[in-house]
């Protein structure tokens, strides 16, 4: 059927019933490919400017693999993301070109050798141990082609330590912040650049912070203008937000 469908297109294109435009608009729907227990959106990057990326957490071992397997043979990288070192280690003998990473848990399956958009994505943590949220943004915001910087350990109960390094905020087209306890950075932050801010709460925290619910609500409620906020330890979506940002820049048009 979508064999069909993509020929009834073309076809309507060459006789002329319909524009080269209108096809594209149609395409940008189609295929998907059913794989039994995965349905797998191989246009995603046609329509939203990025490939469907393989979220490992639950998922068998077996499935993982065809998944990437199949997601290979029509994207030149893959990203695989909340994948546990006992899993990568048996996924990395079937894929010996791929690359991971265990502290952001993340699999990249031909990673590219040099950035291939302009713009820096650069992602500031609050504390070390917010580190494998931000390592999970950095590896992301590389996958989709950008040049990305991490700026550690840099939260406000020392703030000098952000001031000191406001020179790597200014030269930043988004800035991504990832901070635990009270989630307090991401409005300093807010308070100091133009450019977007993207806060990430993450589970990092004593008992009242609620597995990172206190650092959400704390970046919800932010007074400085131009934060947005992803869920929790979604390193991952905060990459993804920051990339549809910078991709729409004139230089990357």
């Known amino acids: 059927m ?9 076809n309507a294109v060459v006789t002329g019933l319909t524009t080269v435009e209108e096809a594209f608009e149609q395409l940008k729907i189609l295929p998907y490919e059913n794989i039994g227990f995965a349905c797998l959106d191989h246009h995603r990057k046609v329509r939203t400017g990025q ?4 979220f490992c957490q639950g998922k068998e071992t077996e499935h993982i693999i065809t998944i990437i397997q ?3 043979v029509h994207n030149s990288n893959v990203l695989a993301t909340r994948l546990d070192s006992q899993k990568a280690e048996h996924i990395l003998m079937h894929f010996p070109g791929a690359q991971y990473d265990p502290i ?13 958009l302009k713009g820096q994505i650069l992602i500031i943590t609050a504390g070390t141990a917010d ?3 931000a390592q999970e943004a950095w590896l992301t915001a590389r996958y989709l082609g950008h040049e990305s910087e991490i700026l550690l350990d840099v939260g406000v109960s020392g703030i000098h330590r952000l ?17 635990g306890m009270e989630g307090a950075l991401a409005s300093v932050v807010g308070g100091l650049v133009e450019q977007p801010v993207i806060a990430v709460p993450t ?11 206190a650092p959400l609500l704390s970046m919800l409620n932010s007074c400085a203008s131009g934060v947005g906020i992803v869920n929790i330890d979604n390193g991952y979506g905060a990459a993804s937000l920051a990339s549809a940002i910078v991709r729409r820049l004139p230089a990357n048009r």
């Open 2 to 10: 979508m064999e069909n469908n993509i020929k009834y297109i073309l």
């Open 51 to 54: 490939s469907e990326v393989v």
């Open 70 to 72: 199949h997601l290979s």
């Open 104 to 116: 952001a848990r993340s699999l990249i399956l031909h990673p590219l050798s040099e950035p291939i």
């Open 131 to 133: 580190l494998p949220v």
């Open 163 to 179: 001031l000191n390094n406001h020179h790597l905020l200014e030269k930043a087209e988004v800035i991504i912040v990832v901070a």
């Open 203 to 213: 589970s990092v925290g004593y008992g009242a912070h609620f597995q990172g619910l």
